[in-house]
């Protein structure tokens, strides 16, 4: 055990799907799983172990931000010897061709700051998904006719953001999305040599003003979640 996650050495899957809500995670277990079993509740951030076509699954909360997700991805990773780590989260459209309930799938992840920057001082270093995992899950959502997009997102360390210069910037940049986590995702994986990748819904759009309906959420997601399963798998 440690300090945030309570499971036994054994508990924990080499494959860990880590959406921010807890209770996605135990919604996404509970759909998309089978024989599952809580294995982590400790602070409320629930994970669940569980079996996909064969293959072992965790799927862990992560919480908002990347402070919060630091914390469990260092510990999956040590602690855990977690060895693929795919975020599946929700994200804010910054491209008019980007639509809401797209899936954006994150080749780079841009930040102003990360819990990593201290370690990289005055070097910007420039985080990247997996490539394996990337083209793998572009082509899982190609199968299944999802509409999606392929290129950077922004995360950013506040959610309450009063800098639409910066917004207007990334726009003209090209990025896709804005989310929380992703970034210090890719940091931690490039660190401990292993595989991730962030995949999201959009759920809302920063030029429109559109949202995702609660009433439409969990077919979107669900979408999201079944591209991850297939990508962590694809080839074995």
């Known amino acids: 055990m440690t300090i945030h996650i309570g499971a036994e050495k054994g508990d924990i899957a080499e494959t860990v799907l880590l959406p921010g809500d807890p209770y996605r995670a135990k919604w996404a277990a509970e759909k998309f799983l089978k024989n599952t079993r809580c294995v982590n509740e400790t602070r409320g951030m629930l994970g669940v172990t569980g079996d996909y076509q064969g293959h072992r699954v965790t799927i862990q909360g992560s ?3 990347m ?12 602690d855990y010897d977690a060895k693929t780590l795919i975020r599946i989260g929700t994200c804010g459209g910054m491209q008019p061709q980007v639509k809401v309930r797209d899936v954006i799938i ?21 985080p990247n998904a997996d490539y394996r ?23 950013s360390d506040v ?10 910037q990334m726009m003209r940049h090209g990025i896709l999305a804005v989310e929380m986590e992703a970034a ?27 949202a995702l309906p609660s009433s439409e959420r969990e077919k979107s997601f ?13 080839g074995d």
Do not use: C, Q, W
């Open 184 to 210: 210090e995702l890719y940091n931690l994986a490039a660190r401990y040599d292993r595989r991730a990748l962030a995949i999201l819904t959009v759920s809302d759009h920063l030029s429109t003003g559109e």
């Open 63 to 65: 919480g908002m931000g």
């Open 133 to 155: 995992l990337l083209s793998a899950s572009v082509e899982a959502a190609r199968k299944r006719s999802t509409p999606h997009h392929v290129g950077g997102i922004y995360s």
């Open 222 to 234: 669900g979408d999201m979640v079944e591209i991850a399963l297939e990508a962590a798998f694809d």
């Open 67 to 78: 402070p919060s997700l630091s914390i469990y991805v260092n510990e999956l990773i040590r």
């Open 159 to 168: 959610f309450y953001d009063e800098r639409p210069d910066l917004n207007e």
């Open 106 to 126: 994150a080749m780079t992840a841009s930040s102003l700051s990360t819990p990593s920057s201290a370690i990289f001082k005055e070097f910007n270093f420039a």
